[in-house]
């Protein structure tokens, strides 16, 4: 196991001391588990959260990469969704449009199951590679078969070039630990290509830290970005930033930038001046947590004295974090719900709970279903209307 991290990752200001602390956390939570007792067993870890005085950036000084695990059993897609399916295809065609890649090339960083490299070459990129340990080829679409590449690897082990005219790298830079080493290979990776454009997506963390969002800290996530962070470090690292925005009902930030051959400081944008925000919100992170974490404990026992039935709607990292949170209330939750077809029948990390596909709802019959992204609600509350099933239906 790897000591303490004595200095930021990302601009090696040195640490100060954590906000945030938790134990006994599940190290992965996306791996599938075939079994209720290596559920009940699975790994875990340690996180002491550190917020950096020099360039905002957050971090789990406790992380170690040797117990975590990516590989094709990793199941993170978020692709059965119509609503996120909705957002990536409108991202995916407005980069596209923006950035004139219309007969490009694109190369993606941790590109999971393929979705949304498959909606840019369906917008038009003329080809494109996706790299990713995840990465399962035959779940590709077979109308963008012959204009992608899938390589089951790490980058940049496995892709050291990204000889492309765009590289997208999306919800991966948070599982990253040393981010200021590996941006820097990032830009190497691309060489004189000065032209090519860099997109990245990934969590924002001021949403985060302001709602006591204790079901979005996780083992995998490992670094923790706002706006300001982020800009920070892509100018550190050989970049100039040319975009800097939320989206997903401000869930995500999305920042857009070129190589730069000098250091290019550029114009802040409005969003990046979060520093003294961000202490503040750190500041009362802990506290926020406590009030979050109490109030769902008393809503299932609430629901479990009345003589109900609880579930959860979402058996991805914040499911897990959600549950794993909650202790022995956790108990009181009959199931976790999913509609992704390759969750069924697993196992949650930790708490072992049975994922189970929406229609099992009706034999469950449940008086309260908790979604865990408040962003699904309203196609969530249409599959339970379509299923006939009447529960209050609640959202972290």
């Known amino acids: ?33 075939t079994d209720r007792d290596s559920a009940l067993g699975f790994p875990t870890g340690d996180l002491a959260l550190v917020l950096c005085p020099g360039c905002g950036f957050v971090w789990n000084q406790l992380f170690d990469p040797a117990l975590t695990s ?17 957002f990536i295809t409108e991202l995916a065609t407005d980069w596209l449009q923006r950035y004139d890649l219309v007969g ?59 000889d492309a005219d765009a590289v997208v790298c999306r919800h991966t830079l948070e599982h990253i630990a040393p981010v200021g080493e590996w941006m820097r290979q990032v830009r190497a990776a691309i060489g004189e290509r000065t032209d090519t454009i860099v997109l990245f997506e990934l969590p924002d963390t001021r949403r985060v830290l302001d709602e006591g969002a204790f079901w979005d800290v996780y083992y995998e996530h490992c670094s923790y970005f706002t706006a300001g962070s982020l800009a920070r470090l892509f100018r550190a690292t050989g ?42 919100s750190t500041a009362r992170f802990a506290a926020a947590h406590a009030e979050m974490l109490d109030h769902w404990r008393s809503r299932s026992r609430e629901v479990a004295a009345a003589g109900g039935r609880s579930v959860i709607w979402g058996s991805g990292s914040k499911g897990v974090a959600f549950l794993s949170a909650l202790g022995a209330d956790g108990a009181l939750v009959d199931a976790a719900v999913d509609i992704n077809p390759y969750k069924h029948d697993r196992y949650m990390a930790g708490t072992g709970h ?38 209050q239906l609640e959202a972290l």
């Open 354 to 391: 049975l994922i189970v596909p929406p229609a099992t709802l009706k034999e469950i019959r449940p008086e309260l279903v908790v979604a865990m992204n408040e962003t699904y609600l309203g196609e969530i509350g249409r599959d339970l209307s379509a299923l006939g099933v009447d529960a």
């Open 239 to 280: 970049f100039e930033v040319v975009g800097l925005s939320r989206a997903y009902d401000d869930q995500y930030l999305l920042i857009e930038a070129r190589p730069a051959t000098v250091p290019v400081p550029g114009e802040p944008f409005d969003i990046e001046d979060d520093q003294a925000e961000l202490a503040a």
């Open 1 to 33: 196991m790897t000591g303490p991290s004595t200095s930021c990752p990302a601009c090696a200001t040195p640490a100060v001391e954590p906000f945030y602390r938790r134990s006994g956390i599940p190290v992965n939570s996306c791996l599938l588990v």
């Open 70 to 86: 990516y590989s094709p059993d990793y199941e993170e897609t978020q692709g059965f969704s119509a609503r996120f399916q909705q």
């Open 104 to 162: 490009r090339r694109v190369a993606e960083i941790g590109c999971g199951k393929g979705e949304f490299l498959v909606e840019m070459v369906r917008a038009g990129a003329a080809s494109g590679v996706g790299i990713d340990p995840g990465v399962h080829p035959e779940r590709v679409p077979e109308d963008v078969r012959d204009r992608t590449e899938w390589i089951a690897g790490f980058f940049p082990e496995d892709l050291p070039d990204l």
